[in-house]
């Protein structure tokens, strides 16, 4: 199987120890680096809020609360990412209707076909977005 994330930092956010360590495990095969996992959502602001990534996946449900004000601030920073959920239930909110989603249980081909549609949107560069981040301009 070819890269399907060389040279990718990908954020994982992932309430399930086992699951996100699967999912690094993948990651790390196929050439990326791992930033997290974050368990809970204050862990994975603290994350975005520091340290740069350029995808991210990000399961929806962690313990009590659900993970989109770290998929807001990713949105508005143009970084790609994907929703992971083990509800059928899960009702996602409208403004992430065209955003990736895994069904757990997903599996490996699963997991890498989104990574490569995560870091086939890969723009602008990471060096781009270190700027804009460190200057706060566009």
Known sequence: MGAVAPAF???IVED????AADI???IQR???QVLGPASGLSEALALIKT?????ALLDINLRHET??????ILQSRGIPFAFITGSEDDEIDSRYADVPLLRKPFGETELENCLRKLTGAH???AD?????ALTGGP
């Open 9 to 11: 930092t990908i954020l």
């Open 16 to 19: 399930h120890v086992v699951i």
């Open 24 to 26: 690094a495990d993948v």
């Open 30 to 32: 196929n050439g990326g």
């Open 51 to 55: 340290t740069l990534c350029d995808a």
């Open 67 to 72: 993970v989109y004000p770290a998929a807001e």
């Open 123 to 125: 723009v602008p560069s």
């Open 128 to 132: 781009k977005r270190r700027v804009e």
